[in-house]
């Protein structure tokens, strides 16, 4: 999963992205808000972090600018506690959620896979279930029913993760590949290949079906 954060506080930006990545979210960064709308318009994110009291161009211009545009990334808005016309100001422009500063990081996590599942059309909860499948997102494993808990990497994780939160649906290895690397990552379709080979042998064969020239599928029913 691949998530922008958009910050101009650089301590709470590095912060805040050691904390994604360490929860499996791949995090691309910006300190303006010149920069990070144009990262919002060229690459394919599952979720945006957004501060409004950006420099260059203010977050809520450039959140604006994306729902005009059609783009219809989920959104949590960052804004000063005491400042409630900030917070509907964000919301009538599109945000899917706000969070206003200070804040503990884990209800940051918190807001932001809930808006990411609301999008999905997934159920909520620590665990993220499809058929018989279910994956641990606090502890990073995936378990076939009746089966033991098997331990992911933490690019296996964004991967199924991806998968379960588009189950049934044909996604190209361009899609994958796009939200499970970072935007100056070296992405490469053959080391995709691999993971979906490692996540097969975990969850089985089956699971995870190969359309030729098309991309791969994730099966809702073994």
Not at 15 to 39: F, I, K, P, S, T
Not at 75 to 97: I, N, P, Q, S, Y
Not at 99 to 113: C, S, V
Request: proline share 3%.
């Amino acid at each position: 999963m691949r998530v922008l954060l958009v910050e101009d506080d650089e301590t709470l930006r590095e912060n805040l992205a050691a904390a994604l990545r360490g929860a499996g979210y791949v995090v691309d960064g910006a300190g303006d808000g010149v920069e990070g709308q144009y990262l919002g318009e060229v690459e394919d994110y599952d979720a945006v972090i957004l501060d409004l009291g950006l420099p260059e161009r203010p977050g809520l211009e450039v959140l604006k600018h994306w729902r005009a545009q059609g783009n219809d990334v989920p959104v949590v808005v960052l804004t000063a506690r005491d400042a409630w016309h900030e917070r509907v100001d964000g919301l009538k422009a599109g945000a899917d959620d706000y969070l206003g500063k200070p804040f503990h990081t884990e209800e940051l996590l918190a807001r932001l896979d809930a808006v990411i599942r609301r999008a999905s059309g997934a159920n909520r909860g620590v665990r993220l279930s499809v058929g018989d499948l279910e994956l641990d997102e606090d502890h990073q494993q995936v378990r076939v029913a009746g089966g033991e808990p098997q331990p992911l990497t933490a690019t296996e994780f964004r991967l199924l993760k991806y998968f379960m939160l588009n189950a049934g649906k044909i996604l190209s290895k361009q899609r994958l590949v796009e939200h499970i690397y970072a935007y100056d990552a070296d992405r490469d379709s053959n080391v995709l290949e691999v993971y979906v080979r490692r996540l097969r042998a975990k969850i089985g064969k089956e699971r995870i079906e190969t359309l030729r020239g098309q991309g791969y599928r994730l099966r809702e029913r073994p």
